[in-house]
């Protein structure tokens, strides 16, 4: 199994709603992100978790809250919200063999989320 | 601060033609990956070159990781419709994070 899944797909919400975007693996890997990403452009980092435990946050405002309950799941919670941060936000898993180099990268399908 | 520049941003090719996409940056990285993403999806790694001078080859794909560890290329030979879609370099720069550098993405279209 290769597979990271997002759910869900697609997310509308308004500006004072609370929402979470959830995201699983089982290819044993140690590091999960979550990036954001607009039409043609590369993705942005928002955060790192490594060995559970969250390693990076890109300065990402606190209407983002991220929650890593095991080694296989991430969810990234969503509240109160701009219209601006609607957008394609990706998961991503690597195995994390060393504590420095990043691997390479295992993407879900994304969870296209439309904040009105 | 690392940089990766890629270009060209935009390409829209007939079916049959070849193409090439650059990846540059004055950093060396202990690896590079090259990532395919069609619309509405993830992106999918394609290859992942480590070594100076690498080349490595995937069907109709070639990649190239520069001597000095710092560029890297893309190159499609008869590029077909299925070929379309948004290729994204990434350069690791093993560093004590876990952060790529990413390319800004090359859009590339081809029309049968």
């Known amino acids: 199994d290769t597979e990271v899944t997002q759910t869900p797909k697609h997310l509308v919400m308004g500006m004072t709603n609370k929402k979470s975007l959830k995201c699983e693996q089982h290819m044993g890997h140690r590091a999960m992100y979550w990036y954001k990403q607009k039409a043609k452009k590369p993705p942005e980092l928002m955060f790192v978790y490594s060995y559970e435990k969250l390693s990076i946050n890109e300065s990402v405002p606190s209407r983002f809250s991220p929650e890593c309950p095991n080694s296989s799941l991430l969810n990234l919670h969503l509240h109160a919200l701009q219209p601006e941060d609607s957008a394609l936000y990706l998961c991503a898993s690597s195995q994390a063999r060393t504590l420095t180099n990043t691997g390479e990268l295992f993407f879900g399908e994304g969870s296209r989320l439309t904040v009105l | 601060t690392q940089l990766l520049e890629q270009s060209p941003q935009f390409l829209s090719i007939q079916e049959g033609e070849n193409l090439t996409v650059y990846c540059n940056s004055s950093s060396v990285f202990s690896s590079l990956q090259w990532y395919r993403q069609e619309p509405g999806e993830g992106p999918v790694l394609l290859v992942t070159?480590?070594?100076g001078g690498e080349v490595k080859k995937l069907k109709r794909l070639t990649f190239q990781f520069g001597d000095a560890r710092k560029d890297s290329s893309l190159h499609i030979t008869a590029a077909q419709p299925g070929d379309t879609g948004l290729y994204l370099c990434?350069?690791?720069?093993?560093?004590?994070?876990?952060?790529?550098?990413w390319g800004l993405g090359t859009s590339l279209a081809v029309n049968p």
């Open positions: 070159v480590v070594t």
């Open positions: 990434a350069g690791d720069g093993g560093g004590n994070n876990r952060k790529l550098i």
